[in-house]
């Protein structure tokens, strides 16, 4: 079956860096957007970052210049790099997938039919 699979939270300073990755297995990615979500306590899931097919990505004001997300299709992996961190990025972080020959970036989370089971990311003032 399909699994995404994310690793690379943990616990950072604030202003400090980390890159987050998604492997896919089950089938290939390649030909769809890819996009990572979070959600803090208590508050409803946000889009983070989405990455068409051909590379084109989508960000919200919040992390824009500060998130950078990639990815390798040779590997089925998508990639969630985070500069500047602040306390307000503490959140589970999900790695999602479209589906097949759904390329485009979209910011709404059920336009997504395949969610990993998140990551947690802290940030320390």
């Known amino acids: 079956q399909v699994q995404l699979v994310e690793s690379g939270g943990g616990l950072v300073q604030a202003g400090g860096s980390l890159r987050l990755s998604c492997a896919a297995s089950?089938?290939?990615?390649?030909?769809?957007?890819m996009g990572w979500f979070r959600q803090a306590p208590g508050k409803e899931r946000e889009f983070v970052a989405a990455i068409s097919s051909s590379g084109r990505t989508l960000y919200p004001d919040s992390v824009q210049g500060r998130f950078t997300i990639s990815r390798d299709n040779a590997k089925n992996t998508v990639y969630l790099q985070m500069n500047s961190l602040k306390p307000e990025d503490t959140a589970v972080y999900y790695c999602?997938?479209?589906?097949?020959?759904?390329?485009?970036?979209?910011?709404?989370?059920?336009?997504?039919?395949?969610w990993g089971q998140g990551t947690q990311v802290t940030v320390s003032s």
């Open positions: 089950g089938r290939t990615f390649s030909s769809s957007a």
């Open positions: 999602a997938g479209r589906g097949p020959l759904q390329v485009a970036v979209t910011r709404r989370s059920d336009e997504y039919i395949y």
